[in-house]
């Protein structure tokens, strides 16, 4: 039986199968048994946490009933799992062999950027979303909130290092939006401006977290990010991207979370794929055109692979589009014509001897 709390509740068979809990107090048992999975919960403490003030006139009757039901229900779907619902005074254990939770824990310990990838690929949402108002999930969901978060962190630094800058720049502005004062994000977002060529907005970046802290709460920037402010204004060249040999070709970025609301989209992209050379995904900067087209690139599978071309960073008119193309290719002496100001991912097709992309553009 597999458990998934990074996200609404979500229980499935070893074999993939959806499991349904009936009976909204039932899941809240559920919830309650696997945010304390290994522990023992005392009936008291489960009694006030379905039930509060309002509580039944036979309150344990009523648990039982409810721990009944849950267990049918896992039993339903795979016989012998009834069992994973422990009777042992002075209440409830729940053996949970496979929570998603307890996975994540596992990858995020890795060190490599494909590791951690998968550890966020995990996530459905946010943990416990469907038991966001209960008592008992909210201190693991904070917690469960703050690990992923800094392994969205060590992530963007993983890239950092293999020269996805622009990339890692964009995905990044999102995350200092919601977490404006927390100043390692700050530090990592500064960097990747940096490395994309963005020093001006980089030191914005700077000046607008200096007068949050100072209007805030009357501090000022931590050390680190205050020693960093000034590499890059002395243009430290620690701080430049790795040299074009060190960088990961043939390759898109790792993911740095699950894709949501943009199902429509994805599945009109998908339709397109097949029947075009060339799909422009048009829009403001910053809505996802990047983050759409390679999630669909992830999906495809062709024999010389999908390839990322990062055109952002340069200025309209740059000569150098066409050559960035052709060395992401590895190509040496073609020539191919590209629009400024786009960014996109291409593929190379061994039968025909020719390419197929998909661009971005920004209005």
């Not at 970046?205 to 009357?218: H, M, N, Q, T």
Request: with cysteine.
């Amino acid at each position: 039986m597999q458990f998934g709390i990074l996200g609404p509740l979500l229980v499935t068979t070893d074999a993939g199968e959806p499991v349904v809990v009936p009976g909204a107090k039932s899941r809240v048992l559920l919830a309650d048994l696997l945010a304390h999975r290994g522990r023992v919960v005392s009936a008291d403490r489960l009694i006030d946490d379905l039930w509060g003030d309002a509580a039944p006139a036979n309150p344990l009757a009523a648990l039982q009933v409810r721990v009944s039901q849950l267990r049918k229900a896992l039993d339903d779907a795979e016989p012998g799992a009834r069992d994973l619902v422990e009777s042992r005074a002075p209440g409830y254990l729940l053996r949970a062999p496979a929570v998603d939770a307890d996975r994540f824990a596992e990858l995020a310990g890795a060190a490599d950027a494909e590791r951690l990838a998968e550890a966020l690929a995990l996530w459905r949402g946010d943990a416990y979303a469907d038991m966001a108002d209960e008592d008992f999930a909210r201190a693991e969901a904070t917690r469960l909130a703050e690990q992923r978060l800094a392994v969205r962190e060590r992530l963007a630094a993983a890239r950092l290092a293999r020269g996805e800058q622009d990339l890692v720049a964009a995905e990044l502005g999102e995350l200092v939006a919601r977490h404006p004062l927390r100043e390692s994000l700050r530090a990592l977002h500064l960097r990747a401006l940096y490395a994309a060529g963005r020093p001006t907005e980089a030191l914005d970046s700077y000046a607008e977290l200096r007068g949050r802290l100072a209007d805030e709460l009357g501090l000022d920037p931590g050390p680190e990010l205050a020693a960093l402010h000034r590499r890059i204004l002395e243009q430290d060249a620690a701080l430049s991207p790795p040299p074009k040999a060190a960088l990961i070709r043939n390759s898109l970025p790792a993911r740095l979370d699950e894709l949501v609301g943009r199902a429509g989209a994805l599945a009109e992209l998908r339709r397109l794929l097949p029947a075009q050379r060339l799909v422009t995904l048009v829009g403001p900067g910053g809505v996802g055109k990047t983050r759409l087209a390679t999630e669909v690139a992830r999906e495809q599978s062709y024999p010389d692979g999908a390839h990322l071309v990062e055109l952002a960073a340069l200025p309209a008119g740059d000569p150098g589009v066409a050559e960035r193309v052709l060395a992401t290719l590895a190509c040496t002496r073609r020539r191919a014509a590209a629009p400024p100001r786009t960014t996109g991912w291409w593929r190379r097709s061994a039968s025909a001897g020719c390419c197929s992309c998909w661009t971005t553009a920004s209005t």
